[in-house]
Each structure stands twice: as structure tokens, then as C-alpha cells.
């Protein structure tokens, strides 16, 4: 199938009824833009890049596909006949070759089904051969209108059918194969004679059965698959089917989810065995977890790289961060961007990190800040302890060396160093370096006056 077939991805209409700035075919779906489905499926089914049909926002389509395509400017949108002209005259001769048109906004499409396409075109020698499905309600489809002998006469659209063949349950889902040749024979031929003023490429039927040529179609079984997206309700409806595809296929590498139709994971997202996935927790970009890892209710992870047999505690919120192996964080830990915890770092509840890097084995188990802060391994950070990192104007770095105690409720002025092993009292403000092995304390002595509450209380 690979060497011969072109993909033509239509892709400029305007989708207002998404009622957007965005263009329709970047709206995204578990993280990626709709079209970027139907660009990775047309890679695997051809052998050269797909000519993606561009008008309305083509600049922001072109700029986010790059040279995973090529493209077909249309301009004005005079119908779908009129995009494949457009495409046509980018791959030039197709003779020897054939053409797989494609939606834009019909994401779900799979391979499987495209190669079934192909398999029952060349079985039957058609000129061109399209998908079919019988959704629950064929609204605005074109309904396939069939012959006596039950082949594919034409392609009827709703605004134009009669009250009698909009009764048929049979539709165009907008999917093609056509031999290069009848193609760009025909496509010349179209005409825009009809309720929309249109140039319909669904008319290349009549042409080409006209010029003695066969027509063939392959019905879909789940109308999901070939599901176009026109709204946000439409966006919603595949979005849930591609998290079912990414959960289905997370389950089959051994992954557990205590609940799947709670959590929404992006189809970027890795996840290794063993690893058990508890309800309502979002796991988004370039998010990679290990094996074994433990991960709780209302975790929200984004570009987050995580080893393996990690502790992911409820409410834990991450964003560009680093997690080596037998971490345990939060509850309600809060990683900024350029956090690196070493293996076996314990953060525990209410502890922002930002810019931070923890060395194995480092605790700070509460109610803490680290901002611009390298720690170093064995580093136990008390409660409350606080980097002050920021003078109003400019960020500074905290250094904590290995095997350093920071007691609680420490205020750390930084730029300042705390050296190897040294202790910092608890209460302390620390504005100046703590030497290696030294006791830092800034508390005022504490003052003890005997049985004065008792007299107070007696003069009350
Ligand atoms: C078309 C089919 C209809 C089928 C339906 C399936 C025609 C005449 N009708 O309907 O039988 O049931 O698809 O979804 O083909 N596009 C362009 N340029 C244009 C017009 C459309 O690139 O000038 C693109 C759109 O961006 C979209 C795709 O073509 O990706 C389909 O367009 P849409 O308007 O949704 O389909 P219809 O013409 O209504
Ligand atoms: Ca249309």
C-alpha cells in the first residue's frame, strides 16, 4: 500500500460552528492538536508526506505541522471538490498512483480500517472506493443512494436530498480511495450546481461510474471511528474515545487504574507496569512515569518525568519537574518548573519547591518553601523553613551541602550557604554562610519569669 498512495488531508474549511479564534483542526484531544491524528495515520499508510488542504488559519496549520506535510493553499473554500483540485495540482502526475482522501477533522480514523479500505479496493478493481457508516442520527451527512444491484449510484447532501432520501440511514463518512488517473480526469469536471454552490467531490461518483468505471464502499461498524468534529460537543465526544484508546493501551503494558473513566491522560503520556493509577488524576504533555509507582487521587502532573516505585500522594501538582526512583510526595505538594528530587526525597505536605534540587535521600517532610535552592543528599529541612529568594528585584540561590539540619521554621536569606553537616537552629534567620560541621543559631535567648501569669491573673 505504501509505495503508490498519496493522502490528501482536508483541512481548510472554517468550523464555525466551533465558534473559535482557533482553527478548527488545532482544537486539542488528549494534548494534541486534531490533526496531528490524521497526519501520524497518513504516515503510516504512505510512504511520502501528505498534502494537507489549508485556507482558513493556514498560516498557524503550516506552522504547526512543519515538514510532516505538504500543502495546498485554497483560497477561497469553494467546496470539497474544489480542495482536491488544490491538492491535485501539488502532486502533479498520479499516474501508477493512488489517492487517499482524508478529513482534518475526523481524527479517530484507524489504520486498520484505512488497510480494509485498501484491501476491498483492489479485490474489486474500483476506481474509487469509500468508507460508510449508519450513525444514530445522519443529520447534515450525504446519504448513499444505491442501485438496484445494491452499488453505490451517488452521494446525496442533506441540503440537498429529497424528503424521501433523507430517510436513508446509510451516509458518507468523507473518506477515499481513488485511483490517480479517473481522479484527475474528473475532478476538472465538477460542477457547483446544487443547494451550496459548491464544487462537491462526492459528484466524482456519478462522473466516474458515467465513464464506466467502478464504485465500491466499505462500511465502518463503529460510527465513532469516522466521528467529524463540528463542535465543542463533538470535540467532547472524541476526546472521550481517544482517552478510552490511551487508558485501553496503558492497561494492555500493565498499568492499573482503579477507576479509568475518571482520569484524563494525554496521549503523549508513558506509563510503566506495576503502576497503579487511582481516580481523577491528570497526567499531561511529555509526562513519563516509571514502573511500580503509586500515583493518588487528584494528582496533576505536567511534563513531568518520574522513576520508578515513586509515591505520588493525593493533590500533588507538578509542572516541568524530575522525580528519581522511590521519591515520595505530598499530600498537596506543589513542584514548580526545574525541580530534581534525587531517589528516595521525601516531600510531604504543604511544600512548594521551585528551581530546587534535592540530593538522595533528603527530607523536608512540611510546610516549606525552596525556591533557587540546591540541596544536597541526607539534608533534613524542618518545618517551615523558607527560602528567601527574592529581593524585589532579583532571584538568589540557597546551598544547602550533604548531611546539613535546617530546623524548623527557618528563614534562609539568600544568596547564602549552608555548609557540609552543619546545624541550623531552630527559629533562625540565616544571613550570612554556615562553615561545614558549625551550629548556626539567631534565636533571642529565651527569658523565663517565674509565677507571673499567676500574678497576673490575680490583678485580672
Ligand atoms: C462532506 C461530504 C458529505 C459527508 C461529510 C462527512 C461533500 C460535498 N460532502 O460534507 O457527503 O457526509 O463530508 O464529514 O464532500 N473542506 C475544505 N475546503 C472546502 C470545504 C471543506 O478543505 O472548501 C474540508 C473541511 O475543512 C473538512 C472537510 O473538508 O475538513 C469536510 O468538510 P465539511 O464542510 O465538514 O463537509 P461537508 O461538505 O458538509
Ligand atoms: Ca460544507
Given at each position: 500500500m505504501r509505495e503508490r498512495i498519496e493522502v490528501v488531508i482536508l483541512a481548510a474549511g472554517l468550523g464555525t460552528r466551533m465558534k473559535s479564534k482557533r482553527a478548527k483542526v488545532l482544537h486539542r484531544v488528549a494534548g494534541r492538536p486534531l490533526i496531528d491524528y490524521?497526519?501520524?495515520?497518513?504516515?503510516?499508510?504512505?510512504?511520502?508526506?501528505?498534502?494537507?488542504?489549508?485556507?482558513?488559519?493556514?498560516?498557524?496549520?503550516?506552522?504547526?505541522?512543519?515538514?510532516?506535510?505538504?500543502?495546498?493553499?485554497?483560497?477561497?473554500?469553494?467546496?470539497?471538490?474544489?480542495?482536491?483540485?488544490?491538492?491535485?495540482?501539488?502532486?502533479?502526475?498520479?499516474?501508477?498512483?493512488?489517492?487517499?482522501?482524508?478529513s482534518g477533522d475526523v481524527p479517530l480514523i484507524r489504520e486498520a480500517t484505512l488497510r480494509r479500505l485498501a484491501d476491498e479496493h483492489r479485490r474489486a478493481?474500483?476506481?474509487?472506493?469509500?468508507?460508510?457508516?449508519?450513525?444514530?442520527?445522519?443529520?447534515?451527512?450525504g446519504r448513499i443512494v444505491r442501485d438496484g444491484s445494491g452499488a453505490v449510484?451517488?452521494?446525496?447532501?442533506?441540503?440537498?436530498?429529497?424528503a424521501e432520501e433523507r430517510q436513508i440511514g446509510e451516509v458518507n463518512a468523507g473518506i477515499y480511495l481513488v485511483e490517480g488517473p479517473p481522479l484527475s480526469q474528473n475532478l476538472r469536471k465538477l460542477s457547483a450546481d446544487n443547494a451550496q454552490r459548491e464544487y462537491y467531490l462526492t459528484d466524482l461518483i456519478v462522473l466516474l461510474r458515467g465513464a464506466g468505471q467502478r464504485v465500491g464502499a466499505v462500511a465502518v461498524d463503529d460510527p465513532g471511528e469516522v466521528a467529524g468534529v463540528n463542535s465543542r460537543a463533538e470535540l467532547a465526544g472524541v476526546e472521550e474515545q481517544i482517552q478510552r484508546r490511551v487508558v485501553d493501551r496503558l492497561m494492555s503494558e500493565g498499568v492499573?487504574?482503579?477507576?479509568?473513566?475518571?482520569?484524563?491522560?494525554?496521549?503523549?503520556?508513558?506509563?510503566?507496569?506495576?503502576?497503579?493509577?487511582?481516580?481523577?488524576?491528570?497526567?499531561?504533555?511529555?509526562?513519563?512515569?516509571?514502573?511500580s509507582?503509586?500515583?493518588?487521587?487528584?494528582?496533576?502532573?505536567?511534563?513531568?518525568?518520574?522513576?520508578?516505585?515513586?509515591?505520588?500522594?493525593?493533590?500533588?501538582?507538578?509542572?516541568?519537574?524530575?522525580?528519581?526512583?522511590?521519591?515520595?510526595?505530598?499530600?498537596?505538594a506543589h513542584l514548580r518548573p526545574g525541580t530534581k528530587l534525587g531517589r528516595r526525597v521525601k516531600v510531604g505536605n504543604f511544600v512548594e519547591t521551585k528551581k530546587a534540587v534535592l540530593g538522595e535521600g533528603s527530607k523536608a517532610?512540611?510546610?516549606?518553601?525552596?525556591?533557587?535552592?540546591?540541596?544536597?543528599?541526607?539534608?533534613?529541612?524542618?518545618?517551615?523553613?523558607?527560602?528567601?529568594?527574592?529581593?524585589?528585584?532579583?532571584?538568589?540561590?540557597?546551598?544547602?551541602?550533604?548531611?546539613?539540619?535546617?530546623?524548623?521554621?527557618?528563614?534562609?536569606?539568600?544568596?547564602?550557604?549552608?555548609?557540609?553537616g552543619a546545624y541550623v537552629g531552630a527559629g533562625?534567620?540565616?544571613?550570612?554562610?554556615?562553615?561545614?560541621?558549625?551550629?548556626?543559631?539567631?534565636?533571642?535567648?529565651?527569658?523565663?519569669i517565674e509565677g507571673?501569669?499567676?500574678?497576673?491573673?490575680?490583678k485580672d
Open positions: 490524521v497526519v501520524d495515520v497518513a504516515h503510516a499508510v504512505s510512504g511520502s508526506a501528505p498534502v494537507v488542504v489549508v485556507g482558513h488559519q493556514r498560516q498557524a496549520v503550516q506552522q504547526h505541522l512543519g515538514d510532516r506535510a505538504r500543502y495546498a493553499v485554497q483560497e477561497p473554500q469553494l467546496g470539497t471538490g474544489h480542495a482536491v483540485q488544490q491538492a491535485a495540482a501539488v502532486l502533479g502526475d498520479l499516474q501508477g498512483k493512488s489517492v487517499l482522501i482524508l478493481g474500483n476506481a474509487l472506493t469509500l468508507l460508510t457508516m449508519q450513525p444514530r442520527d445522519p443529520a447534515q451527512y449510484q451517488k452521494i446525496v447532501e442533506a441540503k440537498d436530498a429529497s492499573t487504574f482503579r477507576n479509568p473513566s475518571t482520569v484524563v491522560i494525554d496521549s503523549t503520556v508513558t506509563i510503566g507496569s506495576d503502576t497503579v493509577v487511582y481516580p481523577f488524576v491528570t497526567l499531561e504533555g511529555k509526562t513519563h512515569i516509571g514502573e509507582c503509586v500515583i493518588e487521587p487528584g494528582v496533576h502532573l505536567l511534563d513531568v518525568s518520574v522513576g520508578n516505585d515513586v509515591h505520588l500522594k493525593s493533590g500533588t501538582v507538578a509542572e516541568d519537574a524530575i522525580i528519581d526512583d522511590e521519591a515520595t510526595i505530598g499530600p498537596y517532610s512540611h510546610l516549606t518553601y525552596l525556591g533557587d535552592a540546591d540541596v544536597g543528599a541526607d539534608v533534613n529541612i524542618g518545618a517551615g523553613t523558607i527560602t528567601c529568594n527574592y529581593d524585589g528585584l532579583h532571584k538568589h540561590q540557597t546551598t544547602i551541602e550533604d548531611g546539613a539540619f535546617i530546623g524548623s521554621d527557618t528563614q534562609l536569606v539568600a544568596p547564602v550557604r549552608v555548609g557540609r533562625s534567620t540565616i544571613t550570612k554562610d554556615v562553615p561545614p560541621d558549625a551550629l548556626a543559631l539567631s534565636r533571642v535567648p529565651q527569658k523565663v507571673w501569669a499567676k500574678r497576673k491573673k490575680k
